[in-house]
C-alpha cells in the first residue's frame, strides 16, 4: 500500500509583488489611459476611457494590438484611415505611446496614501517587496526615481519587456521570485488592480490580492472618487469587489493601505498548511 505524501510550507510569507499604477502609485490608473487616448486621437480615431481601461495590465504592445482588434475602434481607424489597423500600425502606434506614456507618468507618479508607510511595515516582518509592470524600462524609469523620492523602492523590479511573455502568463512573477530570493511560491503573494495581473499571480502559483478603490476597475483620482455621494461609492465599489473577485482574486482590498491584514489571513492559513 503506497500513501501519498502532499509537502506544505507553514512559516510566514516572504515576498510581496505590487504591481505599480493603480496599486502603489498613480491613484486611479490615471496614466495608461491618459496616454491610449491622446495617442489614438493623434490618429484621428476617438477612444473613449472605458475603451482605453479594457485590456489594462497587459504588456503595452498587446495593449494597442488588442484595442486595434476591438470591432468599434477598428471601424473607426477603417473610416479615418481607409483600412482596419495592420501589424504594421500596432508597431508604429507603439513607438508614438513611449513619449506619451513617460510624459503621463510622470503626471501621475504620486505614491498610493499611505503606500510608504505599508512598505516599511512589510519589511519589518522580514518581508521581501517586488514590482513588476506593463510598462516597459524606458517608460518606467522616471517612475522609479519619482517613487524612490517619496520613499519607496523595490528590492526587485520587473518589466513585461524583459521576459518572454507578459500578463496574465507568469513569467514576470517568476523572475521577480528569483531576484527576491524567495524559497517556494506558496509564501509569495501578488497585489494588482486588474484581472491581468491577478491571473498572472495564479498562473505562478502565488496567493493574490486585488486592489479595487485606487486601481482600474474605478478609474477615479482620489478626490474623484471622494467627491461621489456614498450610495454611488458603494454601488461602484461592489462591483470593483465583483470584478476582481470574478477573476479569482484570493482577496480584494480598497487600497494598498489594506495589504496586512490580508497577510495575516494569509498567514493563518499557512500556519495550517494550504496553499494557494
Not at 231 to 239: D, L, N
Amino acid at each position: 500500500m503506497y500513501f501519498h505524501y502532499q509537502r506544505s510550507y507553514r512559516g510566514p510569507v516572504q515576498a510581496v509583488i505590487l504591481d505599480w499604477a493603480g496599486t502603489t502609485v498613480d491613484f486611479g490608473s490615471l496614466a495608461p489611459t491618459m496616454a491610449f487616448v491622446q495617442l489614438f486621437a493623434e490618429q484621428g480615431v476617438a477612444l473613449d476611457v472605458a475603451e482605453a481601461r479594457g485590456p489594462m495590465g497587459l504588456e503595452k504592445r498587446e495593449h494597442i494590438r488588442q484595442l486595434c482588434q476591438l470591432p468599434t475602434i477598428a471601424d473607426r481607424w477603417r473610416e479615418r484611415h481607409g483600412a482596419e489597423p495592420a501589424q504594421s500600425d500596432v508597431d508604429r502606434l507603439y513607438e508614438a505611446l513611449l513619449p506619451l506614456q513617460m510624459a503621463a507618468i510622470r503626471d501621475c507618479a504620486q505614491l498610493i496614501p499611505g503606500c510608504r508607510e505599508m512598505v516599511t511595515a512589510l519589511r519589518a516582518r522580514g518581508i521581501r517587496i517586488g514590482a513588476n509592470t506593463g510598462y516597459s524600462r524606458a517608460m518606467l524609469e522616471p517612475l522609479l526615481q519619482a517613487a524612490a523620492e517619496q520613499g519607496y523602492a523595490p528590492d526587485s523590479t520587473v518589466c513585461a519587456t524583459e521576459v518572454p511573455r507578459g500578463r496574465p502568463y507568469p513569467d514576470m512573477s517568476f523572475k521577480n521570485l528569483l531576484e527576491l530570493g524567495a524559497d517556494t511560491v506558496h509564501a509569495c503573494v501578488k497585489v494588482d488592480d486588474t484581472v491581468p495581473g491577478i491571473e498572472e499571480g495564479l498562473n505562478a502559483g502565488l496567493w493574490t490580492v486585488g486592489v479595487a478603490i485606487s486601481g482600474n476597475e474605478i478609474g477615479l483620482p482620489l478626490a474623484g472618487w471622494e467627491a461621489l455621494p456614498v450610495p454611488e461609492q458603494r454601488r461602484r465599489r461592489e462591483r470593483a469587489y465583483r470584478r476582481l473577485l470574478t477573476g479569482g482574486a484570493h482577496y480584494v482590498i480598497d487600497s494598498i493601505v489594506d495589504l496586512p491584514r490580508c497577510l495575516d489571513a494569509i498567514e493563518a492559513r499557512l500556519a495550517r498548511g494550504e496553499r494557494p
